[in-house]
């Protein structure tokens, strides 16, 4: 059943804050090996990976996931008793972030999402509503529809939706013959079409005014600026508009006014040491990734293999990946990167997954799912206990990672 709703899905996935990439198909290093599928899923998971660590808002979803992490395992570390799901305890601060990124992230996609098909030739409109949480104020942004049965929908848009049209439209430059379901990948391209088509109908600039958006705590809404603004400038590239954005714009921060770039070298220096936080370890592989994507003399990478005339290669792909590097990969069916540094592999890129895998293998709700291992898909081994108490199989990924908490010594209760 996993292994369906991932081909459903995009033939893979990369979980935010993980440094993990997993892939139904294959994997290679060298990637002109790889079929045109296969580098296209690939290089769609490469820029969620890149999303989380090139830009505040991932940075922040990233960190806030962190903290939850820790909050959880300073709880459980003295219990002799745990019941699943856990039901972790979060601080006021920690509940002020999940609940913006909560409304900013848009809705949540549910399997009946996948079956909508947008009627292109219906107006789609949109709607702004402001909001206030936790004495912040914030805006939502809504988008109204139809779908081919004529049935009309609103669905609010967020970082989701985003991030999904820019991995999307990046996968189709290398494989244009890619499928997704039009929420969340296409409706946001479909609505430029109609109402912003100097934005729609260049997907280049598309790419571009996405990622920028994510240099906001307000995506969705941010994205619709710079859509408004980017049309009466129709001849800026999108490149080119995002570095005028990154010089002229300004965020304010503990009342000082700061270009987007010194605001994002400084969360990212925050990120790096959230990580070291959670893991409770120097993290040398990690602090040499994020200084490959610190911003600096107007080094995007991301967007810098989008600034040519010339068609999107397979050697575009190699250049992304030889400037920022690879996180730990697995394919089911063939392929794995085990990243290293200096000759010696990245053991924290490995404990930040093995620590993030077993926080969701805590708080899973999915009957389904739970009291299974997390790591399954990923490690191909077909042990005693791998479908039922992980934390008791020998010698195996899962059982390290538990030892973390002394999972092996506590009692496992089953609310059903």
Request: with cysteine; net charge negative; glycine share 6%.
């Amino acid at each position: 059943m996993e292994k369906e709703l991932l081909e459903k899905a995009l033939r893979g996935y990369y979980r935010t804050g993980c440094f993990h990439i997993h892939l139904v198909g294959s994997f290679d290093l060298d990637l002109a090996q790889m079929s045109q599928e296969d580098l296209g899923t690939f290089l769609h998971e490469y820029i969620h990976y890149l999303q989380n660590i090139s830009t505040p808002y991932g940075i922040f979803e990233a960190a806030t996931q962190n903290s939850r992490i820790v909050e959880a395992i300073i709880d459980l570390q003295p219990r002799t008793e745990i019941e699943l799901p856990y039901e972790a305890p979060q601080s006021e601060m920690l509940k002020n972030r999940l609940d913006w990124l909560y409304a900013m992230n848009g809705e949540p996609i549910s399997v009946k999402d996948n079956l909508v098909e947008v009627d292109k030739n219906e107006k789609i409109s949109m709607g702004v509503q402001k909001l206030t949480l936790h004495e912040k104020v914030g805006h939502l942004t809504v988008l109204e529809f139809h779908d081919k049965q004529g049935i009309v929908h609103q669905r609010y848009i967020g970082a989701i939706d985003i991030k999904e049209a820019m991995a999307a439209a990046y996968q189709s430059l290398i494989d244009p013959h890619a499928k997704h379901p039009d929420i969340p990948y296409n409706l946001l391209r479909i609505f430029c079409n109609q109402v912003f088509p100097s934005v729609g109908n260049d997907l280049k600039k598309f790419i571009c005014l996405c990622y920028t958006s994510l240099f906001s705590l307000e995506p969705a809404y941010h994205f619709m600026e710079l859509c408004y603004q980017c049309e009466m400038k129709k001849d800026n590239s999108g490149v080119n508009f995002f570095n005028d954005y990154m010089q002229d714009h300004k965020v304010k921060v503990h009342g000082k006014s700061l270009a987007p770039w010194e605001h994002f070298n400084e969360l990212l220096k925050q990120y790096g040491q959230s990580i070291q936080g959670l893991l409770r370890s120097e993290t040398p592989y990690i602090d040499s990734v994020l200084n490959r994507v610190k911003m600096i003399d107007g080094n995007v990478p991301i967007l810098n293999v989008l600034n040519t005339d010339e068609p999107f290669t397979v050697n575009n792909v190699k250049s992304l990946v030889q400037a920022l590097g690879i996180p730990y990969m697995c394919a089911q069916e063939k392929g794995w990167f085990y990243p290293s540094l200096n000759g010696k592999g990245a053991s924290d890129v490995i404990k930040l997954v093995g620590v993030t895998w077993l926080f969701q293998f805590l708080v899973e709700t999915d009957p389904s799912k739970m009291c299974i291992c997390p790591l399954v898909l990923m490690c191909g081994q077909n042990g005693t206990y791998c479908h039922d108490k992980p934390w008791l199989e020998r010698n195996c990924s899962f059982e390290l990672i538990g030892d973390e908490i002394g999972l092996k010594e506590k009692k496992i209760k089953i609310k059903w």
